[in-house]
C-alpha cells in the first residue's frame, strides 16, 4: 500500500474555476510539500508545510494557492481561480527530516 | 544553470546493458534522491543516499559529497526499467524550528531499453 495517495488522480476544470487536491498519508507525518510538474519540465516545488503551518514556499505559490490539513490527516492544496498555466501534474510529498520522503502519484490537473 | 544536472538527458539501451545515469549538483544538500517516473507520470522514490553507496536489486546507486556527484546505476537491464530517472537533492537540515527540506530537482534522464 502507497504510503501517500493523492485524489483525484486527473481533475478538468474550467478556466477561473477552483480545485482542490487531496493527499493521504498512511501513517503520521510531519512534513508536508507540494510539487508540481507542468508538461515536458522538471519537478518544481511549491510548499512545504510543518507543524500546521506553511514552512517555506516559493515564487511559484503566490496568492491563488493555499494549503491546510483541514483534519489532521489530509494535507490539501486549494487553487482558487484557476489559470490555463496551471495545468500540470501536482505532486503531494509527506516524510523528510531523517527519512526519506514518499511521493503520491500525483493528480493531473487540466484547465480548460 | 541548474542546481542539478543530469545526464545524459535521452538513454536508449538493448535488454541486459549496464546503464549509467549521472547526476551533479552545485549546492549544499543533506541527501540526494534518485526517483523514477513512469510514463503515467507517478513517482517512485529509489535511493536516499547521504553517502557512499545502496544496492537495490539491480540498482546501485552511489554518491560522492566532496565531488558534488552521484551515478545511478542499473545492471542487466530490462524494457520494465524504461521510465525517466529524476536526481534530486535536499537542501541542509533548517535550523531547529525554523523550516523544512527543500528538494531541488534535476531535469531527468529519459531512459529506454529495447527488447
Known sequence: ?????QTPSHQVTQMGQEVILRCVPIS????????????????EFLVSFYNNEISEKSEIFDDQFSVERPDGS???L?????????????FCAV?????????????????? | ????????QNLTAQEGEFITINCSYS????????LQQHPGGGIVS???????????????????????????????????????????VRSPPPLLGSGTYKYIFGTGTRLKVLA
Open chain 1, 1 to 5: 500500500e502507497p504510503e501517500v495517495t
Open chain 1, 28 to 43: 503520521n507525518h510531519l512534513y508536508f510539500y507540494w510539487y508540481r510538474q507542468i508538461l515536458g519540465q522538471k519537478v
Open chain 1, 74 to 76: 489530509n494535507f490539501t
Open chain 1, 78 to 90: 486549494k487553487i482558487r481561480s484557476t489559470k490555463l498555466e496551471d495545468s500540470a501534474m501536482y
Open chain 1, 95 to 112: 516524510g523528510g527530516g531523517q527519512t526519506e520522503a514518499f511521493f503520491g502519484q500525483g493528480t493531473r490537473l487540466t484547465v480548460v
Open chain 2, 1 to 8: 544553470k541548474n542546481e542539478v544536472e543530469q545526464s545524459p
Open chain 2, 27 to 34: 549546492v549544499g544538500i543533506s541527501a540526494l534522491h534518485w
Open chain 2, 46 to 88: 529509489l535511493f536516499m543516499l547521504s553517502s557512499g553507496k545502496k544496492k537495490h536489486g539491480r540498482l546501485i546507486a552511489t554518491i560522492n559529497i566532496q565531488e558534488k556527484h552521484s551515478s545511478l546505476h542499473i545492471t542487466a537491464s530490462h524494457p520494465r526499467d524504461s521510465a525517466v530517472y529524476i536526481c534530486a
